[in-house]
């Protein structure tokens, strides 16, 4: 009997399985392009969008600014340049690992820190616990200080925020990054009439 031989080129057209072959290099190819694009974007994504999950900022989306620091901007600190031994001890030892938090007090505002209250120019501002919730030391500070130029005093929206009133001002230079609200938990909808 004569079985048909398989034929690699006919006119210089390829067979059916190599054109398979060819077409699954090219998808190859693609995905592996598509893969690195999407690493590629996450990385830089992380550097210009913020997902806020912790509740001492609104939960939401953050995108970074080239807006200036002053009283009320929203900031964001590596972990472990404002908190060294808490960043340790808790696995906050990622570049990414990072505090979001508004500005308090700024160039000439006196932050106080006596036992557990903190008080900006006199006032009563924050209250600070010695453990958090899971029974752990908490870092404190004491004093007072007016703050200079390029000093920021940093606090979370909420009373168990971890903040300012455990590590201190920051210098200017320990500010990552600057955020305004893309989306967040307290902002309206566009169909939501209040």
């Known amino acids: 009997m004569n079985e048909p031989r398989a034929v690699i080129f006919t006119d210089g057209a390829m067979t059916n399985r190599s054109r398979l072959l060819s077409s699954r290099g090219v998808w190859l190819a693609v995905g592996a392009l598509a893969i690195g694009l999407v ?35 929203i900031v964001t600190v590596r972990a472990r340049d404002v908190a060294p031994s808490v960043a340790e001890t808790r696995g906050f030892d990622d570049e990414g690992d990072r505090f979001i938090k508004r500005v308090s007090a700024t160039e000439g505002d006196e932050i106080c820190a006596e036992g557990e209250t903190i008080s900006i120019n006199g ?14 030391p908490l870092p404190s500070w004491s004093g007072c200080i007016v703050l200079a130029t390029d000093q920021f005093f940093l606090l979370g929206d909420t009373a168990d925020s971890f903040d300012g009133r455990y590590w201190g001002p920051v210098s200017r230079d320990r500010i990552e990054g600057v955020w305004r609200p893309l989306r967040s938990s307290t902002q309206s909808r566009p169909d939501d009439p209040s």
């Open 39 to 73: 690493v590629a974007a996450s990385a830089l994504a992380r550097d210009l969008v913020l997902y806020n999950h912790s509740p001492s900022i609104p939960v939401g989306l953050y995108l970074r600014s080239d807006g200036p620091v002053g009283v009320g901007t």
């Open 123 to 136: 006032e009563a501002m924050a209250r600070r616990a010695a453990v958090d919730s899971s029974g752990r």
